[in-house]
Protein backbone atom coordinates (compact mmCIF):
# COMPACT_ATOMS: atom_id res chain seq x y z
CA UNK A 1 0.00 0.00 0.00
CA UNK A 2 0.96 3.32 -0.33
CA UNK A 3 0.83 6.18 1.40
CA UNK A 4 -0.01 9.02 -0.73
CA UNK A 5 -0.67 11.80 2.07
CA UNK A 6 1.53 13.57 4.50
CA UNK A 7 -1.75 13.54 7.21
CA UNK A 8 -2.09 9.75 6.54
CA UNK A 9 1.43 9.52 7.58
CA UNK A 10 0.92 11.31 10.46
CA UNK A 11 -2.38 9.39 11.91
CA UNK A 12 -0.75 6.13 11.03
CA UNK A 13 2.56 7.05 12.79
CA UNK A 14 0.15 8.43 15.88
CA UNK A 15 -1.58 4.85 15.86
CA UNK A 16 1.32 3.40 15.78
CA UNK A 17 2.70 4.66 19.16
CA UNK A 18 -0.04 4.32 21.01
CA UNK A 19 -0.37 0.86 19.76
CA UNK A 20 3.43 0.22 20.73
CA UNK A 21 2.56 2.04 24.21
CA UNK A 22 -0.41 -0.41 24.82
CA UNK A 23 1.49 -3.53 23.44
CA UNK A 24 4.42 -2.94 26.23
CA UNK A 25 1.83 -2.42 29.12
CA UNK A 26 0.20 -5.46 28.40
CA UNK A 27 3.68 -7.33 27.82
CA UNK A 28 4.60 -5.95 31.48
CA UNK A 29 1.49 -7.32 33.07
CA UNK A 30 2.24 -10.95 30.99
CA UNK A 31 6.05 -10.62 32.48
CA UNK A 32 4.63 -9.61 36.16
CA UNK A 33 1.97 -13.16 36.40
CA UNK A 34 5.84 -15.22 35.93
CA UNK A 35 7.16 -13.17 38.39
CA UNK A 36 4.13 -13.99 40.99
CA UNK A 37 5.30 -17.08 43.67
CA UNK A 38 3.09 -18.88 46.04
CA UNK A 39 3.82 -18.04 49.69
CA UNK A 40 6.00 -19.71 51.28
CA UNK A 41 5.09 -18.97 54.49
CA UNK A 42 2.73 -22.13 56.18
CA UNK A 43 3.06 -20.18 59.92
CA UNK A 44 -0.21 -18.18 60.61
CA UNK A 45 1.07 -14.71 61.59
CA UNK A 46 0.43 -14.04 65.95
CA UNK A 47 -0.96 -10.57 64.72
CA UNK A 48 -5.11 -10.72 65.17
CA UNK A 49 -7.16 -10.12 62.24
CA UNK A 50 -10.07 -8.17 61.50
CA UNK A 51 -12.22 -9.03 58.57
CA UNK A 52 -14.41 -6.56 57.71
CA UNK A 53 -17.33 -6.78 55.84
CA UNK A 54 -19.19 -3.44 54.51
CA UNK A 55 -23.38 -4.19 52.94
CA UNK A 56 -26.23 -2.22 51.76
CA UNK A 57 -28.81 -3.80 50.55
CA UNK A 58 -27.97 -7.36 50.65
CA UNK A 59 -30.61 -8.96 51.43
CA UNK A 60 -30.31 -12.34 48.91
CA UNK A 61 -26.60 -12.53 49.69
CA UNK A 62 -26.08 -11.72 53.02
CA UNK A 63 -26.44 -15.73 54.65
CA UNK A 64 -24.62 -16.93 52.44
CA UNK A 65 -21.91 -14.47 52.84
CA UNK A 66 -22.24 -15.19 56.17
CA UNK A 67 -21.69 -19.34 55.83
CA UNK A 68 -18.64 -18.75 53.90
CA UNK A 69 -17.17 -16.90 56.80
CA UNK A 70 -18.52 -19.38 59.62
CA UNK A 71 -17.15 -21.94 57.82
CA UNK A 72 -13.55 -20.56 58.03
CA UNK A 73 -10.64 -22.95 59.39
CA UNK A 74 -8.98 -20.03 60.27
CA UNK A 75 -8.68 -20.57 64.43
CA UNK A 76 -11.36 -18.62 66.16
CA UNK A 77 -9.97 -17.13 68.45
CA UNK A 78 -7.05 -15.64 66.48
CA UNK A 79 -9.83 -13.25 64.61
CA UNK A 80 -12.86 -11.42 64.51
CA UNK A 81 -15.71 -10.77 61.70
CA UNK A 82 -17.30 -7.25 61.78
CA UNK A 83 -20.46 -6.69 59.29
CA UNK A 84 -21.03 -3.24 59.04
CA UNK A 85 -24.46 -2.17 57.81
CA UNK A 86 -24.38 1.01 55.62
CA UNK A 87 -27.83 2.37 55.75
CA UNK A 88 -29.42 -0.79 54.56
CA UNK A 89 -33.46 -0.22 53.01
CA UNK A 90 -34.52 -4.16 53.17
CA UNK A 91 -33.84 -6.70 56.02
CA UNK A 92 -30.44 -7.54 55.44
CA UNK A 93 -29.85 -6.38 58.73
CA UNK A 94 -32.12 -8.42 60.63
CA UNK A 95 -31.68 -11.61 58.39
CA UNK A 96 -27.57 -11.08 59.62
CA UNK A 97 -28.02 -10.42 62.90
CA UNK A 98 -30.64 -13.78 63.72
CA UNK A 99 -28.26 -16.35 61.75
CA UNK A 100 -24.81 -15.50 63.26
CA UNK A 101 -23.93 -18.29 65.12
CA UNK A 102 -20.21 -17.90 65.75
CA UNK A 103 -18.45 -15.67 69.05
CA UNK A 104 -16.34 -13.61 66.71
CA UNK A 105 -18.66 -12.45 64.60
CA UNK A 106 -20.42 -8.55 65.31
CA UNK A 107 -22.83 -6.72 63.45
CA UNK A 108 -22.58 -2.96 63.75
CA UNK A 109 -24.07 0.19 61.85
CA UNK A 110 -22.65 2.95 60.31
CA UNK A 111 -24.36 6.50 62.07
CA UNK A 112 -26.17 8.53 59.63
CA UNK A 113 -24.11 11.47 59.92
CA UNK A 114 -20.38 9.61 59.54
CA UNK A 115 -18.71 10.96 56.11
CA UNK A 116 -21.62 11.27 54.48
CA UNK A 117 -20.31 11.36 50.95
CA UNK A 118 -17.63 8.43 50.93
CA UNK A 119 -20.16 5.98 50.66
CA UNK A 120 -19.01 2.20 50.82
CA UNK A 121 -15.54 3.85 52.13
CA UNK A 122 -17.10 5.52 55.22
CA UNK A 123 -18.47 1.73 55.81
CA UNK A 124 -14.65 -0.05 55.79
CA UNK A 125 -13.48 2.84 57.99
CA UNK A 126 -16.16 2.73 60.81
CA UNK A 127 -15.16 -0.87 60.43
CA UNK A 128 -11.80 -0.10 60.99
CA UNK A 129 -12.43 2.21 63.51
CA UNK A 130 -13.92 -0.56 65.94
CA UNK A 131 -11.63 -3.29 64.60
CA UNK A 132 -9.13 -4.78 67.33
CA UNK A 133 -6.65 -6.68 64.65
CA UNK A 134 -3.28 -5.31 63.36
CA UNK A 135 -4.44 -6.63 60.21
CA UNK A 136 -7.20 -5.62 57.90
CA UNK A 137 -8.92 -8.08 55.69
CA UNK A 138 -11.97 -6.18 53.58
CA UNK A 139 -14.58 -8.77 51.38
CA UNK A 140 -18.00 -7.50 49.93
CA UNK A 141 -21.23 -8.97 51.40
CA UNK A 142 -22.34 -10.51 47.90
CA UNK A 143 -19.18 -13.36 47.96
CA UNK A 144 -18.33 -16.39 48.79
CA UNK A 145 -15.15 -17.84 50.20
CA UNK A 146 -13.45 -21.26 50.31
CA UNK A 147 -12.93 -22.75 53.68
CA UNK A 148 -9.11 -21.52 53.40
CA UNK A 149 -9.41 -18.21 51.93
CA UNK A 150 -8.67 -16.53 55.01
CA UNK A 151 -5.67 -18.66 56.43
CA UNK A 152 -4.31 -18.46 52.08
CA UNK A 153 -4.55 -14.59 52.18
CA UNK A 154 -2.85 -14.44 55.98
CA UNK A 155 0.26 -16.50 54.70
CA UNK A 156 1.05 -14.33 52.29
CA UNK A 157 2.12 -11.52 54.84
CA UNK A 158 5.99 -11.67 55.81
CA UNK A 159 7.53 -8.66 57.95
CA UNK A 160 7.95 -6.64 55.02
CA UNK A 161 4.52 -7.02 53.22
CA UNK A 162 1.92 -4.28 54.02
CA UNK A 163 -0.71 -5.35 51.64
CA UNK A 164 -1.71 -7.94 50.05
CA UNK A 165 -4.31 -7.62 46.99
CA UNK A 166 -6.21 -11.37 46.27
CA UNK A 167 -7.77 -12.99 42.99
CA UNK A 168 -11.73 -12.50 42.59
CA UNK A 169 -13.37 -14.35 40.45
CA UNK A 170 -16.95 -14.09 39.02
CA UNK A 171 -19.63 -17.53 38.72
CA UNK A 172 -21.75 -17.09 35.60
CA UNK A 173 -25.30 -18.79 34.52
CA UNK A 174 -24.15 -19.94 31.52
CA UNK A 175 -25.34 -16.86 29.28
CA UNK A 176 -23.55 -15.08 26.93
CA UNK A 177 -23.21 -12.47 28.44
CA UNK A 178 -22.18 -13.41 32.08
CA UNK A 179 -19.68 -15.48 30.08
CA UNK A 180 -18.15 -12.34 28.85
CA UNK A 181 -18.20 -10.98 31.74
CA UNK A 182 -16.53 -13.82 33.68
CA UNK A 183 -14.00 -13.87 31.18
CA UNK A 184 -13.46 -9.82 30.61
CA UNK A 185 -13.35 -9.26 34.78
CA UNK A 186 -10.51 -12.20 34.57
CA UNK A 187 -8.20 -10.10 32.11
CA UNK A 188 -9.05 -7.20 34.80
CA UNK A 189 -8.00 -9.37 37.77
CA UNK A 190 -4.77 -11.07 36.00
CA UNK A 191 -3.96 -7.23 34.87
CA UNK A 192 -3.85 -6.09 38.72
CA UNK A 193 -1.65 -9.39 39.43
CA UNK A 194 0.90 -8.68 36.53
CA UNK A 195 1.53 -5.75 37.30
CA UNK A 196 2.07 -5.87 41.09
CA UNK A 197 4.19 -8.73 40.12
CA UNK A 198 5.92 -6.60 37.62
CA UNK A 199 6.30 -4.17 40.47
CA UNK A 200 3.83 -1.24 39.75
CA UNK A 201 0.92 -2.18 41.90
CA UNK A 202 -2.17 -0.16 39.76
CA UNK A 203 -5.22 -1.91 40.40
CA UNK A 204 -7.16 -4.05 43.13
CA UNK A 205 -10.26 -5.26 44.15
CA UNK A 206 -11.68 -4.62 47.23
CA UNK A 207 -13.35 -7.49 47.47
CA UNK A 208 -10.20 -9.39 48.34
CA UNK A 209 -7.78 -7.31 49.94
CA UNK A 210 -5.74 -7.26 53.14
CA UNK A 211 -3.32 -4.92 54.97
CA UNK A 212 -1.26 -3.94 58.23
CA UNK A 213 -3.45 -1.31 60.19
CA UNK A 214 -0.32 0.65 61.28
CA UNK A 215 0.76 1.06 57.25
CA UNK A 216 -2.91 1.91 57.03
CA UNK A 217 -2.40 4.74 59.54
CA UNK A 218 1.08 5.42 58.52
CA UNK A 219 -0.31 6.59 54.62
CA UNK A 220 -2.99 8.67 56.47
CA UNK A 221 -5.83 5.80 55.88
CA UNK A 222 -8.80 7.37 53.85
CA UNK A 223 -8.00 10.94 55.43
CA UNK A 224 -7.48 12.23 51.71
CA UNK A 225 -10.29 10.27 49.98
CA UNK A 226 -13.15 10.50 51.77
CA UNK A 227 -14.93 13.26 49.34
CA UNK A 228 -14.69 9.97 46.74
CA UNK A 229 -17.32 7.46 46.97
CA UNK A 230 -14.67 4.72 45.93
CA UNK A 231 -11.18 4.12 46.43
CA UNK A 232 -10.97 2.26 49.44
CA UNK A 233 -9.22 -0.52 47.22
CA UNK A 234 -6.47 0.77 44.62
CA UNK A 235 -6.28 4.69 45.88
CA UNK A 236 -4.91 2.94 49.08
CA UNK A 237 -2.81 0.39 47.79
CA UNK A 238 -0.95 2.52 45.51
CA UNK A 239 -0.33 5.34 48.23
CA UNK A 240 1.07 2.07 50.10
CA UNK A 241 3.87 1.28 47.33
CA UNK A 242 5.13 4.78 46.88
CA UNK A 243 4.87 6.29 50.00
CA UNK A 244 6.15 3.39 52.47
CA UNK A 245 8.93 0.85 52.46
CA UNK A 246 6.78 -2.22 52.59
CA UNK A 247 5.86 -4.47 49.80
CA UNK A 248 2.32 -5.32 48.07
CA UNK A 249 2.15 -8.77 47.15
CA UNK A 250 -0.42 -10.54 45.23
CA UNK A 251 -1.75 -14.03 46.50
CA UNK A 252 -1.24 -16.59 43.80
CA UNK A 253 -3.87 -19.13 45.00
CA UNK A 254 -6.93 -20.66 44.09
CA UNK A 255 -7.78 -20.89 47.18
CA UNK A 256 -7.64 -17.63 47.67
CA UNK A 257 -10.09 -17.37 45.51
CA UNK A 258 -13.58 -14.96 46.06
CA UNK A 259 -16.44 -15.86 44.08
CA UNK A 260 -19.09 -13.10 43.40
CA UNK A 261 -22.13 -12.98 40.71
CA UNK A 262 -21.76 -12.01 37.45
CA UNK A 263 -23.73 -8.66 36.88
CA UNK A 264 -27.35 -9.64 35.57
CA UNK A 265 -28.07 -6.89 32.94
CA UNK A 266 -25.96 -4.43 30.97
CA UNK A 267 -27.53 -2.04 32.90
CA UNK A 268 -25.86 -3.21 36.43
CA UNK A 269 -22.70 -3.92 34.29
CA UNK A 270 -22.79 -0.24 33.09
CA UNK A 271 -22.90 1.26 36.33
CA UNK A 272 -20.40 -0.76 37.93
CA UNK A 273 -17.91 -0.47 35.17
CA UNK A 274 -18.78 3.48 35.55
CA UNK A 275 -17.92 3.13 38.77
CA UNK A 276 -14.26 1.46 38.64
CA UNK A 277 -13.27 4.03 35.75
CA UNK A 278 -14.08 6.83 38.21
CA UNK A 279 -11.33 6.56 40.48
CA UNK A 280 -8.64 6.95 37.45
CA UNK A 281 -8.39 10.61 36.97
CA UNK A 282 -7.28 10.99 41.18
CA UNK A 283 -4.53 8.59 41.08
CA UNK A 284 -2.10 10.71 42.75
CA UNK A 285 0.73 9.23 40.65
CA UNK A 286 0.22 11.37 36.96
CA UNK A 287 2.67 9.27 34.70
CA UNK A 288 0.17 6.50 36.06
CA UNK A 289 -2.58 8.88 34.35
CA UNK A 290 -1.15 9.59 31.32
CA UNK A 291 -0.57 5.99 30.57
CA UNK A 292 -4.42 5.14 31.75
CA UNK A 293 -5.12 8.34 29.01
CA UNK A 294 -2.86 6.36 26.49
CA UNK A 295 -4.53 3.16 26.76
CA UNK A 296 -7.81 5.47 26.71
CA UNK A 297 -6.42 6.94 23.06
CA UNK A 298 -5.72 3.24 22.11
CA UNK A 299 -9.04 2.40 22.43
CA UNK A 300 -10.22 5.80 20.80
CA UNK A 301 -7.89 4.83 18.06
CA UNK A 302 -9.56 1.58 16.74
CA UNK A 303 -12.76 3.14 15.99
CA UNK A 304 -11.11 6.43 14.35
CA UNK A 305 -9.06 4.02 11.99
CA UNK A 306 -12.63 2.27 11.14
CA UNK A 307 -13.94 5.30 10.46
CA UNK A 308 -10.72 6.60 8.61
CA UNK A 309 -10.87 3.50 6.66
CA UNK A 310 -14.74 3.89 5.64
CA UNK A 311 -14.03 7.56 4.50
CA UNK A 312 -10.43 8.46 3.99
CA UNK A 313 -8.13 5.90 3.28
CA UNK A 314 -8.59 2.02 3.20
CA UNK A 315 -5.21 1.67 4.77
CA UNK A 316 -6.72 2.52 8.18
CA UNK A 317 -8.85 -0.39 7.81
CA UNK A 318 -5.50 -2.55 7.14
CA UNK A 319 -3.89 -0.62 10.24
CA UNK A 320 -6.96 -1.69 12.22
CA UNK A 321 -6.86 -5.24 11.64
CA UNK A 322 -3.33 -5.51 12.42
CA UNK A 323 -3.99 -3.10 15.60
CA UNK A 324 -6.86 -5.33 16.82
CA UNK A 325 -4.89 -8.73 15.69
CA UNK A 326 -2.13 -7.70 18.17
CA UNK A 327 -4.50 -6.90 20.86
CA UNK A 328 -6.05 -10.31 20.98
CA UNK A 329 -2.64 -11.65 21.02
CA UNK A 330 -1.39 -10.24 23.62
CA UNK A 331 -4.27 -10.69 25.57
CA UNK A 332 -4.63 -13.80 25.20
CA UNK A 333 -1.29 -14.18 26.17
CA UNK A 334 -1.85 -12.95 29.71
CA UNK A 335 -5.26 -15.09 29.76
CA UNK A 336 -4.02 -18.27 28.99
CA UNK A 337 -0.87 -17.96 31.06
CA UNK A 338 -3.29 -16.75 33.68
CA UNK A 339 -5.56 -19.69 33.45
CA UNK A 340 -2.56 -21.92 33.85
CA UNK A 341 -1.38 -20.78 37.20
CA UNK A 342 -4.98 -19.37 39.25
CA UNK A 343 -7.93 -18.99 37.16
CA UNK A 344 -7.96 -22.90 36.05
CA UNK A 345 -11.72 -23.10 34.59
CA UNK A 346 -11.56 -20.12 32.55
CA UNK A 347 -13.60 -20.74 29.14
CA UNK A 348 -11.38 -19.33 26.10
CA UNK A 349 -14.02 -19.98 23.78
CA UNK A 350 -15.68 -16.11 24.68
CA UNK A 351 -12.35 -14.53 23.70
CA UNK A 352 -13.53 -13.08 20.19
CA UNK A 353 -17.00 -12.09 21.31
CA UNK A 354 -15.31 -10.12 24.49
CA UNK A 355 -12.61 -8.55 22.57
CA UNK A 356 -15.35 -7.06 20.59
CA UNK A 357 -17.41 -5.74 22.94
CA UNK A 358 -14.63 -4.59 25.08
CA UNK A 359 -13.79 -1.45 22.59
CA UNK A 360 -17.29 0.69 22.36
CA UNK A 361 -18.00 -0.21 26.38
CA UNK A 362 -14.39 0.91 27.75
CA UNK A 363 -15.07 3.57 25.36
CA UNK A 364 -18.18 4.62 26.80
CA UNK A 365 -17.60 3.78 30.82
CA UNK A 366 -13.82 5.69 30.47
CA UNK A 367 -15.69 9.24 29.77
CA UNK A 368 -19.06 8.90 31.34
CA UNK A 369 -17.62 7.27 34.00
CA UNK A 370 -14.63 10.12 34.68
CA UNK A 371 -16.98 12.95 34.31
CA UNK A 372 -20.51 11.55 34.85
CA UNK A 373 -22.93 10.39 37.88
CA UNK A 374 -23.14 6.42 38.66
CA UNK A 375 -26.13 4.34 40.59
CA UNK A 376 -24.97 2.09 43.62
CA UNK A 377 -26.56 0.69 45.63
CA UNK A 378 -29.38 2.52 44.88
CA UNK A 379 -27.57 6.21 45.92
CA UNK A 380 -27.14 7.87 43.12
CA UNK A 381 -23.45 9.10 43.07
CA UNK A 382 -22.51 12.58 42.12
CA UNK A 383 -18.67 13.61 40.99
Request: glycine fraction near 6%.
Amino acid sequence: MIIDSPLNLFLLLFFSLVLAHYLIFLHRIFRGLGNLQLGNNQNIPHEFISVIIPFRNESENILKSLKSIESQLYPIEKYEVIYVNDSSEDNSLELLKSKIRKPNIQVISVPADFSVNAHKKRAVRYGIENAKGNIIVTTDADCVHDEEWLITIIQTFDSVTGFVSGPVEFVTDKTLFSNFQKLEFAGLVLSGAGLIGSGHPTICNAANIAYRKKVFDEVGGFRYQMNLSSGDDELLMQKISRDTDFKVKFCIDRRAIVETSANKSIGDFYQQRKRWASKGLFYSDKSLVLKLILIYVFYLGLIAQLILGYFLDEIFLFSFLISLLLKIIFEFRILYRGKRILLNDLNMNFLLVAEIFQIPYIIVTGLVGAFGNYLWKSRRIKR
